[in-house]
């Protein structure tokens, strides 16, 4: 697991979407937490430099923690796929924070849909 992994606080995931979380393979240390979402509908683990277009949303909304890795900061959460990309890429997404308190999974119907 990446430093800071162990932080990630649980709460800040949504009730109903299912997050991906990504093991580390011990015996040769392969990190695979992603550090871009893969798709808009992605919910799950992300890890990725303070200074990527990522890290904003992910600290304010996600919960993420900071961590040093390579003498870099760091930050990771369990990041919730927004409910409209283009709304959250323009800035006008809610700054309400992701939480079990705060969303349910009716307020993503898209991506609450299981298999």
């Not at 162990?6 to 991906?20: R, T, W």
Request: with cysteine; glycine share 6%.
């Amino acid at each position: 697991m990446l430093p800071g992994h162990s932080k990630v606080p649980g709460d800040s995931k949504v009730p109903g979407i299912s997050y991906l979380e990504y093991p580390v393979k011990d015996s040769n240390k392969i990190e695979m937490t992603p550090q871009v979402p893969p798709s808009t509908t992605w919910s799950g683990i992300l890890a990725c430099p303070s200074d990527s277009p990522y890290a904003d949303r992910l600290k304010k909304k996600c919960s993420g923690v900071t961590f040093e890795k390579n003498g870099q900061e760091w930050i990771a959460g369990f990041w919730t796929a927004p409910a409209n990309w283009p709304e959250m890429a323009a800035g006008r997404e809610s700054p309400r924070p992701f939480s079990s308190k705060t969303h349910s999974a009716k307020d993503f119907p898209y991506l609450s849909l299981r298999a």
